[in-house]
């Protein structure tokens, strides 16, 4: 799972982002049953977020970790793929290593998600990553984002080029956060880098 609020990644009730988050799942099991599982397991509240149809974007988030949706003329994504820009089904089934990114929007600036073409990659140290920033309101449409600022662990890194490419190199072993900033009512991109000092 990777989990937003407007410009900040949520957290668990242990103070752990939800990002790259573990849950489980059992045959059968729709991405709504993942959701109800993620807000069991990391916020004690299964019924703490809520979904709706919406004519234009499909189903859409009206409620997240307990706080409601600003406005129902987007309300918050639930993205499987990217790829086509659009919001996933609830009843759609997951699998064993599915990705479910889900972002809400608790006030007036944030009403679309930003999200680069990598949720999670896998280093080795000095090894480059390219990542391309886009941004999408869940309708099928998704559009390329120069200029967006772009952080390692918070802190400010480099920004997207005219092609909305940004590319980075991690020269240490360890974890890191890269979140690209929101931009035009775009809320957050977020990909989690794992950096290795030698190859598997």
């Known amino acids: 799972f990777f989990a937003t609020m407007d410009s900040s990644i ?10 790259y988050y573990a849950v489980p799942i059992w045959g059968g099991d729709t991405v709504a049953d993942a959701i109800t599982t993620l807000h069991e397991t990391a916020y004690g509240d299964a019924g703490a977020w809520g979904y709706e149809y919406n004519a234009s974007y499909g189903y859409v988030l009206n409620k997240m970790w307990g706080k409601e949706c600003a406005s ?3 309300g918050g994504g639930i993205w499987t793929d990217f790829s086509e820009g659009l919001h996933a089904r ?16 608790t006030g007036s600036l944030y009403m679309r998600t930003g ?6 990659v896998e280093l080795v140290e000095g090894e480059a990553l390219e990542l391309t920033f886009y941004r999408s309101s869940g309708d099928g449409a998704s559009k390329k984002c120069s200029g967006a600022s772009v952080s390692i662990n918070g802190n400010e890194a480099d920004s997207t080029d005219e092609n909305a ?9 360890g974890t890191y956060i890269v979140t ?12 989690c880098v794992v950096v290795r000092d030698k190859p598997l």
């Open 10 to 19: 949520c957290s668990d009730s242990e103070g752990e982002q939800i990002v």
């Open 90 to 105: 609830p009843y759609d089934p997951v699998s064993d290593g599915s990705i479910i990114y889900i972002n809400n929007f």
């Open 72 to 74: 129902m003329t987007y």
């Open 165 to 173: 490419v940004v590319t980075l190199t991690f020269d240490k072993a």
């Open 180 to 191: 690209g900033a929101a931009k035009d009512s775009y809320g957050i991109a977020v990909c």
């Open 115 to 120: 999200h680069f073409d990598k949720q999670y």
